[in-house]
């Protein structure tokens, strides 16, 4: 296959933009005055879970005007069978004790919010001051778990999407906007 095939293939499978970066820029204003809100004196610390959530990370962090920290988490949860809650494994964990601070996670997408359900547990369990979850996208019609972000920026319905840090097989996480993968 030809270098022009390759990259023909590769855009072929970005069916439509589902949200434009006019649009996400407008919703990360907003999270960043939410976060603005929460500021009482104390320090807070924005917890962003790897892969996915690194450039919503990148583009928060820079919209929040109050004193913030960033630390980075990787998690992986594992299910048997219909199990709605399983064992998530810390791959990569905080560099901090989060006690002293009020930790909002910063995360990609809830789908069925297993992974999210089983991090902020853990997270809990180390008595933060507070702990919120700020998601960029949120497909409800999923969920196996009863679980509810404090802000979600964007509700979608079931399909796949890819770009803004989310992947296919670790491709297209570098687009610029949220698009529909085209199976
Ligand atoms: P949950 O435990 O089912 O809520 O899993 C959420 C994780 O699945 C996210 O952090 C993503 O990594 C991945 N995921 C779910 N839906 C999508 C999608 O439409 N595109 C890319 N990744 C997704
Ligand atoms: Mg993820």
Known sequence: MT?????????????????????IRAAIKKAGEYIDSLYDGQPILLVSILKGAFVFMADVCRAVSVPSEVGFMCAKSYYE?????????????LDRDISGYHVVILED????????????KVLKARNP???????LLDKPSRRVVDFK??????????YFVIGYGLDCAEKYRGLPYVAVYEE
């Open 81 to 93: 069978g219909t199990k709605s809650s399983g064992v998530v494994k810390i791959t990569m964990d």
């Open 129 to 135: 001051l507070s702990l919120r979850v700020v998601t």
């Open 149 to 158: 972000a404090d802000m979600s920026l964007f509700t979608i319905p079931d």
């Open 3 to 23: 270098k022009e095939e390759k990259l023909q293939q590769f855009n072929a499978r970005i069916k439509e933009v589902l949200i434009t970066e006019e649009e």
């Open 109 to 120: 997408i809830i789908d069925t919010g297993r992974t999210l359900n089983d991090i902020a």
